[in-house]
Each structure stands twice: as C-alpha cells, then as structure tokens.
C-alpha cells in the first residue's frame, strides 16, 4: 500500500477499477470514432479529384463510406425544384437548389444538388436561373443526402401546391412521395464551376460530432478516469496526527 495511505474497503477498489475501466474504454472508443471520420475525410477529398465513373456502376448500391464521383447523362424535371432553407453556410441567406434529375435508361429519379444559392438579404426566395431543357452530362460526387435531426412540423412538402417548394430538411422517402416516383438512394452534388451562379462548397456532414468534438470527448473521458482515482486517494489519506 502507498505510504500514507490507509487501505480503502475491497468494494471502493472494486468500483474505482470498474468506473476507470468503463471511462477509459469510453475514451479510446471516441479516440476510434474521430479517427474513423478522418479517414472518411480523407477519402472524400480523393474522391473530389478522382476521374468519374458511371452512374450505373453504384446507382443502386452505391459503396458504404465511400463517395463515388460519377458522370450520368439525362434530363432535368426542370418544374420541380426544392429548395432546402437550412444550409449550414447560409450566413447571407440563401437556400440549396435540388432537382429531380431522370438518368438515360434508369427506372427512377436522382435528387441533384446543384448547389448553394445566395440570398439578398431579405426573406424573399432567390431567383432561380431557368435550367436547361436539353440532354445534360452531370459530374459529381454521389453523396448521402444531408442530414437532419428532428422533423418539425413534419411533412410540408404535401401542403405546397406550387413550386419550387421550400423544406426546413431533405428526406428522400419523402420527396419521393411526393413526386409520385422512385429515387435512387444518394444524391448527385455537382462539380464545381466557377460560371455558375451556385456556390458549390461540398463536405461531409457530421452533424454536431465532427472528429474535434470526439476528441475533446475522449479526452473528458480521461480526465474522469484520472479523477476517479484521486478522489479514492484522497478519501483514504491518512490524516496526520495532532500535536500535544
């Protein structure tokens, strides 16, 4: 036993090795998950520069943690444009731009993201440039779509009898429902290009956990697991003796 130090009841130290224990393994498993989406990171930035490959190869099942940049040759549904009023880099105003996209020979629809437009400072919904009508050849990356959290007010899309229609988040199942089609499973976020009057400043959405936030958790985790131990040292330092 340390020197001046009392030895603590068997259950003290069994709880402090199980409560430091549990602490520690909560610190390396946050250590793993902010590595994990570093790597994501990583492989999302190779894939904004990799060569495209064709839609058809993962339109349907597209690879798990991983970002294809495709290239897929269709139409635009030009009359049905949705527009997402709560982009995170949104500090002008503004909304992102999705249309549904028909790809040659697929048997349904791809959500295109074409990008972030800039409001005007007022409450007013952008004015859109009209798309074009013609056969198009899109180049992007084959995202998930972005994440949300909870539904409020739920389903408005429904209630909206002309477009473009606004939504606070995007949900396929539910764009799907009400364009009365089926969607491919991830959405086409376009190319950048500096003709364009969309902002297309593309990247990964960890929603409130970026891999910082899980190492500042971890390192949390630790700091308990240090306190854990000193605060059964110090209730079991032996007291010094008083003087006469």
Partial sequence: MLVGFRRPPWWAIALTVAVTV???RLGFWQLHRAEFKDDLL??????????????????????????????VRGRYLANR???????????????EVYVPFQPQGGDRLLLVDLGFLPGNGTAATPQLPPL???????????????GHGIEMGGNALPRQTQWPKTTIYL???????????????RVLALDANPSSIYVRVHALDFGDMPPARHRAYAFQWFSFAIAVVVILLALNRKRGSRRS
Avoid: C, I, W
């Fill in 132 to 146: 074009p009508q013609d056969e198009q050849s899109l180049r992007g990356l084959y995202l998930p779509p972005p």
């Fill in 42 to 71: 990583r492989r999302y930035a190779a894939a904004a520069v990799a060569a495209p490959q064709e839609f058809d190869l993962v339109a349907l099942q597209p690879p798990p943690d991983a970002y294809p940049r495709v290239q």
């Fill in 171 to 185: 949900d396929l199942d539910q764009v799907a429902g009400d364009l009365g089609d089926k969607l491919y499973p």
């Fill in 81 to 95: 444009t949705y527009l997402l009023d709560n982009p995170k880099h949104d500090d002008l105003g503004g909304v």
């Fill in 22 to 24: 549990l602490f520690v």
